[in-house]
């Protein structure tokens, strides 16, 4: 796949015009993909809910027109079916639908012996399983042209975005399938057109392999997320401002730093995973003396004096506050799970309740 793989188009299919005129504009963009709604999952009913089967017969204007490849999203096997009949070239599988192992599995059914290529984007909530399980039924059924696509976890608001980005669910979702691109839609995730450019930088330097980012040539009048989506001009001034970061680079001197500084690391992390042995084994003998003393394992005054020692502590080294608040809930949470494993240890000494 090409990077970064670009996708381009407004949220929805509204009128011919619309989708012509979009699309000629973002042709000078170099986007790869043209996208367009044509079956919109609505979160509550009574608005606008895409133009249907007529849009399909736009795609197809718009790539004779454009030469643009064309894609929407499907949710149900008929709307596969009626994609695969106008040989749309790209289908994706929307948050609300990952969601729903039946409707994926029935989608799969119905996708079985095309090439077509299928983007699934993550589920609405923060899920590695789901979105794994999709890829997963796809493959089952024979779908090799596979991409996944992250746009955040919805209703779960963090700072000023629409969908928390959620960052780490996409890295777990590389990792686990390495071989598959991965895109981001960071006009879902942030839900306003001023926050796309950071996203779409932010995505690159993480390593994505392209952005999936609504465009409307009027997007003042657009019926559906109207405040999210670029002019093509816009898009394009973005797209050129952009930093690409390679995969890897082969140059010599690069690659013996890298190399220093990643034994540095390992040799930090040997030594940060001896000192976690030797914080246990300190709880171990705290949860003996509880237990000989007959004494509960929370001491809430204890551990939020701890905390805010290590949040000034880690501060002034200066740390992440909530990284640092998040490391000590975990040695706090496995301390507990010592202490705990040995107070319920009957062979223990200790007096009887
Ligand atoms: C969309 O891309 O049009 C869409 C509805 O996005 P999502 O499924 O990510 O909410
Ligand atoms: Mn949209």
Not at 19 to 24: D, N
Not at 69 to 79: N, Q
Not at 259 to 266: K, N, S, T, W
């Amino acid at each position: 796949m090409k990077r970064p793989f670009v996708i381009a188009g407004p949220c929805s299919a509204e009128t011919l015009p619309q989708m012509l005129s979009t699309a000629a504009a973002l042709v000078p963009a170099g986007v790869d993909l043209f996208r367009a709604g044509i079956w919109k999952p609505r979160t509550r009913p009574g608005c606008f809910e895409g133009v249907g089967e007529p849009g399909l017969d736009w795609l197809v204007e718009v790539r004779k027109q454009t030469g643009l490849g064309v894609c929407c999203e499907v949710a149900t096997p008929s709307h596969v079916e009626k994609c695969l009949e106008k040989g749309i070239d790209a289908l994706w599988i929307g948050a609300r639908t990952t969601v729903n192992p039946f409707m994926v599995q029935e989608l799969a059914e119905a996708l079985r012996g095309s090439a077509v290529k299928v983007m699934v984007k993550n589920p609405v909530n923060h899920d590695l399983g789901l979105w794994a399980g999709a890829i997963e039924r796809l493959a089952g059924c024979g779908v090799t042209d596979l991409v996944a696509i992250h746009r955040g976890v919805s209703g779960d608001k963090v700072l000023k975005y629409r969908n928390n980005p959620a960052w780490e669910l996409a890295i777990r979702f590389r990792s686990r399938f390495p071989e598959i691109p991965i895109l981001c839609d960071p006009s879902h995730m942030g839900g306003d057109s001023a926050y796309v450019r950071e996203l779409s930088q932010r995505a690159l330097d993480l390593g994505f392999d392209g952005l999936m980012i609504e465009s409307h040539y009027r997007p003042g009048e657009a019926l559906c997320d109207s405040s999210q989506q670029l002019t093509p001009p816009e898009l394009i001034s973005l797209l050129s401002s952009l930093k690409v970061r390679e995969t890897t680079a082969d140059d010599e001197q690069f690659l013996e730093e890298l190399e220093q500084l990643r034994a540095r690391i390992d040799d930090i992390d040997a030594n940060i995973l001896s000192l976690l042995s030797r914080r246990m084994g300190a709880s171990a003998e705290i949860g003996h003396l509880k237990k000989k003393n007959n004494v509960s394992i929370i001491q809430m005054r204890r551990w939020e004096e701890v905390l805010s020692q290590m949040l000034s502590l880690g501060g002034d080294a200066g740390l992440d506050e909530e990284f640092v608040r998040c490391i000590f809930n975990l040695i706090h949470e496995e301390s507990i799970n010592v202490q705990n494993r040995i107070l319920e240890d009957s062979e223990s000494t200790g007096p009887a309740l």
